[in-house]
């Protein structure tokens, strides 16, 4: 399968700061990346579409002013996490389309732990 | 109702067994449908994909689709403790906007 990769793995934000996660495929190019949220023994909460060289499409709810997403490349995305506060903790994981209508596949990356202290 | 439903378990069974899941989605023009594996505190793995009516076999694991009836279904053959994880099931339409998923089932496999 297609490879993801998501930086940094776990990261340790002060209240009130920024916070950047990056999101690449490896071994293919992704015009559409996902981002999701997982809080402990809760379901994934899908929070954006990204696509390359567009605005990212938000879920309702998600603060697109909180939660910046830019997907410069083919290969890369990023989420920022702006003027993080401690409800902000959570697991954080990105995913890429690869393939063709009507087989496409969806394929996650390792995700980021985020605590704010 | 909603979209994509899934037993919460946990679902056990003895090492060796065959464990069923099993899912239901109510939206008709789905289709493509996916079966994640996700071991705590990890990111979901992608197991199985199925996009025709039929079964799909792949290793121990076989995804089963039914469209009439709105069900997918995967069977773990020779069930091993290792598989002992949640197991997510997702729907998405033609075009892919998203995935739509469950909310999971906890598969216990005892030694």
């Known amino acids: 399968g297609a490879v993801v990769s998501q930086h940094p793995s776990w990261v340790i934000c002060k209240s009130g700061t920024s916070v950047k996660i990056e999101c690449r495929s490896l071994d293919f190019q992704a015009t559409t990346m996902f981002w999701y949220r997982q809080f402990p023994k809760q379901s994934l909460m899908l929070m954006a579409t990204s696509n390359e060289g567009s605005k990212a499409t938000y879920e309702q709810g998600v603060e697109k002013d909180k939660f910046l997403i830019n997907h410069a490349s083919l290969t890369l995305s990023t989420l920022t996490v702006t003027s993080a506060h401690p409800e902000d903790s959570s697991f954080y994981i990105c995913s890429a389309r690869v393939g063709q209508r009507g087989t496409y596949e969806q394929y996650f990356g390792p995700g980021t732990r985020l605590t704010v202290t | 109702q909603k979209e994509v439903e899934q037993n919460s378990g946990p679902l056990s069974v003895p090492e060796g067994a065959i464990a069923s899941l099993n899912c239901t989605y109510s939206?008709?023009?789905?289709?493509?449908f996916f079966w994640y594996r996700q071991y705590s505190g990890k990111s979901p793995e992608l197991i199985m994909s199925?996009?025709?009516?039929g079964d799909k076999e792949d290793g121990r694991f076989t995804a089963q689709l039914n469209k009439a009836s709105q069900y997918v279904s995967l069977l773990i053959r020779d069930s091993q403790p290792s598989d002992s994880a949640t197991y997510l099931c997702a729907v998405t339409n033609t075009g892919f906007q998203k995935l739509v998923f469950g909310t999971g089932t906890r598969l216990l496999v005892s030694p």
């Open positions: 939206d008709r023009v789905s289709q493509s």
């Open positions: 199925i996009y025709s009516n």
